[in-house]
């Protein structure tokens, strides 16, 4: 160990999505020094370890840090994608965190950044490759690992796989596809939807395709989620509709009805009750192009991969030595307990807005620095645990809203949502509103169901298991 600590007000763990939001406005806002540490080599976290044909699902323009921008902000013309804004492909999202490091952070002087290296929560900073270990000593231990990814990559799956069966990670996909007839897709998350997609969108005939489907997902329409202005009365309906159902329904039932009517959630066969919500984001030709896949297998997880069948939980299927089977069971967002965000000497970053991790990192980090007690920074931030049941959609809408009201009280929150890259909304509420009609007209409609939206949630989650819907 080094004699002398190294010292910064702040140091943070994890130089994922989150620590770099975060320490971007930390680094924006004030004049802070940062030790940011990181086992990757490079920053981005998961984006690392993630399969060649990732992009994001959501648009470039809401994801990454807030002071530099993401792909140029084009609309795709062509594609699944047609009509949308631009999704960033990994390497552009690892490539965009490369930038801000080295041509912003490092050469400031402010920011110490340790790849390849690991922290522990006294502070001891290890390096992977030597051992060399020193200590942090820092006003504030930011902790950017509490809702890290877990990725096929780097997680083994749960199941057992002959010897003589060819079973591999999502990553290998486009470069073992060649030599199989059939492929079996193991995993309903997004992962297993982009490996479906990119095996239609490459040629693959619906018929070689199975999808082990042990739970269906509602997913989100990403025609709500754009941020042009061209989109901007859609936005204004998605919040309103969203709004609207949670104050007017009965049941919790009647909420996800109301929701799926008016386009808000869709689901891959509608007589199938969903039994998962992951913020999966999906254009309506995508969902298409899933509904088409030859064989959807609804018999539970995969227990095993014999020489000649797959063992699943409530059934078994055939299969061979023909069939590549592509491993996209990893759980994705881990589902850890929320905890208080500011808590004395520590920070532990978590959402708090739904399913936007990077927006909500950077607007803690900008409440750390405008704020100065941690009971007013933790009333303008309650966590909001990732959703896994469908039942967890409405549980992060109630906090989203309440937040959303709490911050609608800060005048310095709202300039600074107004000059936020990642939140869309805002700036495009002040020159919109005035010429969109549709858009006011939306917009009050979400107004006059906010308050009613979240007694009503209140009531229906209380009455509610906790579990699928009723
Ligand atoms: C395929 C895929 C696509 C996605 N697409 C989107 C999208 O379109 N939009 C969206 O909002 N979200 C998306 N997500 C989710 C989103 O990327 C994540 O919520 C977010 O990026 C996670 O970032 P993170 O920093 O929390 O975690 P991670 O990316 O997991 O980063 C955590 C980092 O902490 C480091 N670390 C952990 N422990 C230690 C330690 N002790 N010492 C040092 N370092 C440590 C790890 O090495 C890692 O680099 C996607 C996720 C996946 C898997």
């Known amino acids: 160990m080094h004699e002398s600590p190294i010292t910064a007000d702040y140091v943070i763990k994890g130089a994922g999505a989150v620590g770099m939001a975060f320490a971007d406005s930390i680094f924006t806002e004030t004049d802070a020094t940062m030790v940011i540490v990181d086992r990757h080599d490079r920053p981005g976290g998961h984006w690392n370890d993630a399969y060649p044909f990732v992009r994001l699902h959501q648009p470039s323009s809401s994801y990454g840090v807030n002071s530099a921008p993401l792909g140029t902000g084009a609309t795709d013309t062509i594609g699944l994608n047609a009509g949308y804004e631009e999704l960033a492909s990994g390497q552009e999202v690892l490539s965009h965190f490369d930038l801000v490091m080295s041509q912003t952070f490092l050469p400031s002087g402010r920011v110490h950044y340790f790849p390849m290296s690991e922290i522990d929560d006294e502070g001891v900073v290890t390096s992977l490759l030597s051992g060399e270990r020193f200590h942090v000593e820092a006003g504030r231990f930011v902790d950017g690992t509490h809702s890290a990814m877990s990725v096929p990559s780097t997680t083994a799956p ?15 996909l486009s470069r073992r596809a060649p030599t199989f007839d059939e492929f079996v897709v193991i995993g309903a998350g997004k992962t297993g939807m982009d490996a479906c997609i990119w095996l239609l969108n490459n040629g693959a005939d619906p018929s070689q395709v199975k999808w082990i489907v042990p739970r269906d997902s509602w997913v989100l329409n990403r025609g709500n989620v754009q941020f042009g202005e061209a989109h901007f009365a859609r936005l204004c309906k998605s919040i309103a509709d969203q709004a609207e159902a949670a104050a007017l329904s009965d049941s919790i039932d009647e909420v996800f009805s109301r929701l799926e009517g008016a ?21 309506d030709a995508e969902m298409t192009q899933l509904r088409s896949v030859g064989e959807i297998v ?6 095993a991969i014999h020489a000649d069948r797959m063992e699943l939980k409530r059934g ?19 589902s850890h307990p929320e905890t208080t965000i500011f808590d004395g000497d520590r920070i532990t970053l978590q959402w708090v807005r739904t399913c936007q991790p990077t927006f909500s990192a ?28 469908p039942f967890d959609m409405l549980r992060v809408l109630r906090v989203n809203l309440a937040n959303r009201s709490a911050w609608n009280n800060y005048p310095n929150i709202g300039d600074w949502m107004t000059r936020s890259r990642l939140e869309g909304f805002s700036k495009l509420a002040q020159t919109q509103l005035a010429v969109d009609p549709k858009a006011a007209d939306h917009l009050e409609r979400y107004l006059s ?9 209140d ?3 209380a009455k509610s298991d906790g579990g699928v819907p009723q």
């Open 158 to 172: 749960t199941y057992t796989v002959s010897p003589e069966m060819t079973c591999v990670a999502v990553n290998e």
């Open 263 to 283: 386009g808000e959630i869709s689901r891959l066969d509608p007589n199938v009750e969903p039994g998962a919500y992951h913020c999966a984001i999906l254009s």
């Open 298 to 303: 609804r018999l539970g997880r995969v227990v």
């Open 316 to 334: 078994e299927i055939p299969t061979s030595q023909n069939v590549l089977h592509v491993d996209c069971s990893a759980a994705g967002i881990p």
């Open 362 to 389: 950077a607007l803690i980090g900008f409440v750390e620095s405008a704020f100065d007690d941690d009971e007013t920074k933790n009333r303008l931030c309650a966590p909001i645990m990732p959703p896994t049941v």
């Open 449 to 457: 169901h906010v308050a009613s939206a979240m007694a009503n949630l």
């Open 459 to 461: 009531k229906l989650l």
